[in-house]
């Protein structure tokens, strides 16, 4: 039985019993009770939903939350949209999987095609990942060279070459940024994914070209967040990105946009058309279909060359069924239906970043916002500006999380390392309501 929209949003939320005791029997047969790493964080602890509509997402205590993790980013239309449902059974009642090609796809990759600057030709995956990874195959495949430049903090998937720094013992523990200690963030890696990759800190485009100058013979390809939203949520440097477009033109290295969250969250075209600098490779996930699993790796033509010829294999048995493509044509459709949608997320995104910092002043909190309104970061700081991984992990972490859980105690969902995310369906009341919340919130926290 649902609370009425009015009542439920001014109560404060402590009854997580049904969810704990779902917790331990999924214990018993699903390993840590979770189906990914990251659902055990939630607080107070893993949570079971029901149901979602809109804004609004149910657990099984019958609580209710308005929420802005957008289950990590991909519901950019908001739960159930109801023309994604009707989309989606439509087409997959004509069949799912053809282990073979469907009109849709095509569809899809003609209109990603006009909206994204540098698709000139893709291929559909299940998820990021995924996606990455045959970036990186492209990448070494056209250049002859192996390794990869990253940075700091960014974060790219969770598989092996990948899951090495984005967890580290402390800022010390980095050491010098020219030449950084990098940690892994799993047992189990392979040790030979620690040879695939140089890290830098990131938003350094001297260190960067420093770097570079000396080892490009090592680099098929410098990967980067556009921005970088996995740990704050900071813009790019003025000339950052344009600068790492030199730098990879200079030395044939292919820069590839990790668009994972800046993909349909800047824009239809995503960070390249936003910040207008074409990247060589990119990879297209999340908000793309509400939650259904499809990604893609775009690409220039010289590049996604490497696929056509099948020097690259890129394959999977799953890929482009017909539920998932038209999930994404139909959450397109609901995008552009609307020619002031990205303007009106942009405004509610900034309205609630200046209602949290307000709300911050008059409570006498040191709450940090940044972003850039679609989706934007809360953190704890008297650093006056964050502008890399490294400020990041010098943020008052404990602090975060009274906050995270004081809003989830009443009925606001936010991603636990402080990422709100805005969807088309937000309303300006919604904003309203969680900057009131918020301002309760951060009264009470020490
Ligand atoms: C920037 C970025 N790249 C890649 C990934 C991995 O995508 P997936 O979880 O779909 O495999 C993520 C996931 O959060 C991401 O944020």
Redesign the pocket.
């Known amino acids: 039985m649902m609370l009425k929209k009015t009542n439920y949003m001014m109560l404060k939320k402590t009854n997580y019993q049904k969810s704990e005791a779902l917790l331990a029997r999924a214990s018993q047969v699903l390993a840590g009770g979770v189906a990914s790493e990251f659902r055990k964080y939630n607080h107070p602890h893993a949570i079971f939903y029901t149901h979602g509509e809109g804004t609004r997402v149910y657990d099984v205590d019958g609580n209710a939350y308005l929420d802005f993790t957008l289950s990590?980013?991909p519901l950019i239309v908001g739960h159930s949209h109801p023309h994604v449902l009707a989309e989606v059974e439509a087409y997959s009642r004509q069949g799912q999987l053809y282990a073979g090609q469907h009109i849709k796809e095509i569809e899809l990759a003609e209109k990603l095609n006009q909206l994204i600057p540098s698709a000139e030709l893709m291929r559909f995956c299940l998820?990021?990942?995924?996606a990455?990874q045959t970036a990186f195959r492209v990448a070494r495949s056209k250049t002859g060279k192996n390794k990869f430049l990253r940075f700091e903090g960014?974060?790219?998937?969770?598989l092996d070459n990948v899951a090495w720094g984005i967890s580290t013992p402390s800022v010390e523990a980095l050491g010098d940024e020219e030449n950084p200690k990098v940690f892994p963030w799993s047992a189990g890696l392979s040790s030979n994914s620690r040879e695939d990759f140089i890290t830098l800190s990131w938003n350094d485009l001297d260190l960067v070209e420093r770097v570079v100058a000396e080892r490009h013979n090592e680099l098929a390809a410098i990967i980067t967040?556009p921005v970088m939203?996995?740990n704050g949520c900071i813009v790019p440097n003025e000339g950052f990105l344009q600068g790492l477009r030199t730098v990879c033109d200079r030395y044939g290295i292919a820069l590839i946009f990790?668009?994972?969250?800046t993909g349909f969250r800047l824009g239809l075209g995503g960070a390249q058309r936003y910040y207008n600098i074409l990247p060589d490779l990119s990879?297209f996930?999340?908000a793309i279909a509400s939650g259904y699993p499809i990604?893609a790796i775009v690409g220039k033509r010289e590049w996604m060359e490497e696929i056509v010829s099948a020097r690259v294999i890129h394959a999977g048995t799953m890929n482009t069924s017909t539920p998932t493509v038209a999930a994404a044509l139909a959450t397109i459709d609901v995008l552009e239906r609307d020619p002031d949608t990205y303007d009106r997320m942009f405004r509610l995104g900034r309205r609630l970043m200046d209602g949290l910092r307000t709300a911050a002043q008059t409570a006498g909190q040191n709450l940090f916002v940044q972003g850039t309104g679609p989706m934007f970061n809360t953190s704890f700081t008297a650093l006056p500006d964050i502008r890399n991984y490294r400020d990041t992990l010098q943020t008052d972490k404990a602090k975060l999380k009274q906050f995270i859980a004081g809003l989830h105690d009443r009925g606001i969902r936010v991603i636990g390392r402080g990422l709100w995310y805005i969807s088309a369906v937000h309303t300006e009341d919604d904003i309203e309501q969680a900057i009131k919340v918020a301002a309760e919130v951060l009264k009470e926290i020490d």
Do not use: P
């Not at 998820?127 to 995924?130: A, L, R, V, Y």
């Not at 990790?258 to 969250?261: C, G, R, T």
């Open positions: 990590q980013g998820d990021g990942s995924e990455v960014h974060y790219h998937g969770w967040e939203c996995n990790d668009e994972v969250i990879i996930a999340k990604s």
